[in-house]
């Protein structure tokens, strides 16, 4: 089996690589580093955002590495701060700049509150005005995305949500299925939390295939359909973490990973007020 990342088509036709890099909690001052370890070792999507003051490191590193920008995959978010139809519009021309880029190809709502209506009014002008050649959200749960896609003209084309072999959001998925909407996966590794490197059953199923427990884990995405973009500074396990094309899982072991799914987010509640409240205040990692 070969070890390519395959690509999905979103609903507008646009072909969106399923595996990339994500840049969240790496420092501004080491994302140009990281990234450009990344583009060097394969990997051809980046998912940053607003809130992570990170957008020009990925910016600089796209723009030294060589490679043709048409063949590189850039997502950012919109964070909270920055929602409402004018406020939104202004902060996708400071993240094109940040980004030293005349489009983005996948622009996400970070989160659920605020002025969302008002925010993806702004997404859709700019996927119009060809700013951005795709449009979605992130932490939408069944409720908000159902709402947004009933109210506005453009269907979110990917929803980002916590995903992994603890929390598999399986109510979710008829509902993004039914709308056409992708599923991608954020903490694809739960960022390490509940001894997720040394579960037992990812760790049987990885020495039956002489991969690792990561590898496991996003294999086991990757076979329900879901794009993942796992983090990593070191540029070895970045490697480990793209290797995952050249093995499958069977039946058999699927079913022993959906067996750990316990429904529950590892992080936060998005239906909690006082998580509510503390997305609200919060002014991100500068
Ligand atoms: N939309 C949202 O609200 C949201 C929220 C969170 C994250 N995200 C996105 O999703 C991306 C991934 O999620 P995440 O960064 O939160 O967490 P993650 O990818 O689940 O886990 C990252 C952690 O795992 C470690 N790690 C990576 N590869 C490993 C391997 N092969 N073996 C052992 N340890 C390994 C990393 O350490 P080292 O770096 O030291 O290697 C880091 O501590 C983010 O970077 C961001 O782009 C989005």
Redesign the pocket.
Known sequence: MENAIPTLKLANGVEMPMLGY????IDPQETERCVGDALRVGYRLI???QVYCNEEGVGAAVAKSGIRRDEIFIVS?VWLSRYGETKTADSIDESLRKLQTDYIDLMLL?QPFCDRYGAWRALEAAYRAGKVRAIGV??FFADHVVDLAANNEIVPMVD?M?M?VFDQKRGLRPFLDELGCRPMS???????RNNF?SNPVLSEIGVAHGK?V?QVALRFLHQNGIIV??????VE?MQ??LAIFDFALSPTEMAAIEALDTGKSLFFDHHEGAVTKQFMEWRGLC
Do not use: C, L, M
């Open positions: 994500g840049v969240y909690q998912d940053t955002a978010k970070h992130s932490n980002q916590e992994h954020w903490g694809p590794f739960a960022e390490g490197f690792s990561a973009i796992p983090k990593s500074t070191h396990r480990e973490n």
